[in-house]
């Protein structure tokens, strides 16, 4: 059997949940093939309609007054957490009326405003500090419905406002100025942020990494989440190439 396969099982025996996304995607490295940036045209087929199915279990076929503010987290670096976040949102904007945001919360790797060929001057960090609105502080994408409010200009104490009273005042604002917030954060097992986010969210979708994900990673993940009271909403395992049998789906 493979390792896979088996952190499959593990993850869906402790988590209650399934992987939504099945299929391979792209690197999620801000520079990407001869340094080229990653732009939404080139996420490919697959990879979207596979996004789709997450958007539609998590956002679509919910009950409207269900929480629409989710945080995207991967268990390790370098899961493809950043990748799959824009895709969702990019994937929830084409499908609904309502406006979306995406959110980069992770001011360790910040790489979203590459991911889509926009400026990062202004952002997340520079509202944790101004007066604004938190509409002021982002940027219109494709469709018109999509917005980014990516990192922004990070400062040596920008870090430490990630715990701090404004964030919760300029969350609490994004819930108010869009209908549904998608949050990319930093890996579980490295760093704190998405369990704190998690707490002013909905809740949480988990990254993981095919072939790469160890089950105790994947296992101290999902604990650290579980002993903040953050709901786990779903899990994605990223860049696996076989399908994932029936009966695993039918363990939902």
Known sequence: MSKTFQLMQSALGEMEVAPSLTRELPSTSAQGRAGSQYLPQDFDASSQEECLRLVQRIFLAQPPDAGRAIVFAGVDRGDGCSRICAESARTLSAHVAGSVCLVEANFRTSSLAQFFGVSNHRGLADSLVGNASIRSFTVQLQPSNLWLLSAGALMPESLSRLT???????LQEL??????????TPALNVYGDAVTLGRNADGVVVVLQAESTRRESAAKAIASLRDAHVEVLGAVLNRRTFPIPEFVYRRL
């Not at 819930?175 to 549904?180: A, L």
């Open 164 to 170: 701090s009273d404004s964030l919760k005042l300029r």
């Open 175 to 184: 819930r108010k100025e869009f209908d549904y917030v998608l949050i990319d």
